[in-house]
Structures are given as structure tokens and as C-alpha cells.
């Protein structure tokens, strides 16, 4: 692919980012408890360490911290991938000099670009993205332009070619709504949804 944009040789150096595809991937929001900054880390490591899809070693790690409508809460959204699948493609990618700065699950990619056109012109409306490839479903909430919510969800058979995909997606929106309506005490009910496939 890279060979084929013909970037090689018309610069002597490029920095590029690289946004992740390889499987398997965690991306979740985690709510920390109250400590001191310096354990942060461990509390997010320790954390990491009991999902089951990523192995207990050879995992890079990152988080940023999320705004909150309670500023009390500390909120970070963690991604986590096998260090193996990366490294192949950091170096594959850097022997035809290109110095990958960084690194990016696609989803957060794609929530950066829809971001300025889709999510801040929404406003107040809660935003929901359901972001389809091949069996991954990922579910994005966001309220008053804050991310409250990200779930990735695995099927059986690829969902864009499935006969069952619109009860899939009609079953999850429902549930996801039904939920912040109960549960929202900030009145998610009142503000209408805008829903984006």
C-alpha cells in the first residue's frame, strides 16, 4: 500500500501516524478510584491485565484522560495491543524512512475526523456511532460532546453482509438508550439522540 502512494524517495524523511487494525485490540473507559498521581499507571496496568483477549505480557499500553461532567470522577480512555503485531509494522514501515510518531486504534482515528463535523455540530443531542468492520461492532455515546461510553462488541459472521445485521443494530441502540434513560440522573432522556452507522 505504502508502495503503491509512491511516497518513496520524493522526501528524505516523513513522520507519519499508524493507525491500528491488528487484532486483538482494547480500547475502554475505565473510572479510577481517588489516588495519588503516581499510581495511576499500576491501577490502569493491573486493570489491563485482566481482560482476557490480550496476553498477561508483550503489551503496549497507553491512556488519556477523559473530561467528566463530575469533576470529582477521574475518567481515562486505556488502549492496549500485543507488542509483536506493532513492532512488525513500526519496523517494516521505518526501514523505507518513515518515523512512526504515533501509534492509533482506528476507531479513535475515525472519532478524531467525525469529531469537528458529526459530534460538535450535534451540540446538545447525545451522539451515538456505531463504527461496522467485518464482525467488530464498536459503540460510541457521546453527551454534550464528551465521550461516555465506547464498547466493542464481537458477532459471529461479518455484520455489513449479514441478513440479521439491522436487528443486531436495532437491539443495541434500544438497549443503549433504554439505559441512559433509566439510569442518566443528568436527563439523557430529555435531549434527543442523533444515531450515525
Not at 18 to 45: D, N, Y
Not at 82 to 97: G, M, Y
Not at 155 to 181: C, H, K, M, T
Request: glycine share 4%; with cysteine.
Amino acid at each position: 500500500a505504502l508502495r503503491s502512494f509512491k511516497i518513496f524517495g520524493l522526501l528524505k524523511y516523513v513522520n507519519a501516524a499508524l493507525t491500528i487494525c491488528a487484532e486483538p485490540v482494547l480500547l475502554q473507559i475505565l473510572t479510577l478510584p481517588e489516588s495519588s498521581p503516581g499510581e495511576v499507571k499500576k491501577i490502569i496496568q493491573d486493570e489491563v491485565r485482566q481482560y482476557a483477549i490480550l496476553p498477561l505480557k508483550n503489551i503496549e499500553m497507553d491512556y488519556c484522560s477523559l473530561k467528566s461532567a463530575d469533576v470529582q470522577t477521574k475518567r481515562v480512555l486505556v488502549g492496549a495491543a500485543q507488542s509483536e503485531h506493532l513492532n512488525i509494522a513500526v519496523r517494516t514501515i521505518e526501514k523505507h524512512h518513515i518515523d512512526v510518531k504515533t501509534l492509533e486504534p482506528a476507531v479513535t482515528a475515525f472519532l478524531r475526523l467525525c469529531f469537528n463535523k458529526v459530534i460538535r455540530p450535534a451540540g446538545e443531542k447525545n451522539v451515538m456511532l456505531l463504527l461496522i468492520r467485518d464482525e467488530n461492532l464498536t459503540l460510541c455515546i457521546f453527551k454534550k460532546q464528551r465521550l461516555e461510553f465506547l464498547r466493542t462488541k464481537k458477532f459471529d459472521s461479518d455484520i455489513a453482509s449479514s441478513p440479521q445485521r439491522s436487528n443486531w443494530l436495532g437491539r443495541d441502540i434500544e438497549s443503549v438508550i433504554q439505559f441512559y434513560e433509566l439510569e442518566d440522573p443528568h436527563g439523557a432522556n430529555t435531549r434527543p439522540w442523533q444515531v450515525i452507522v
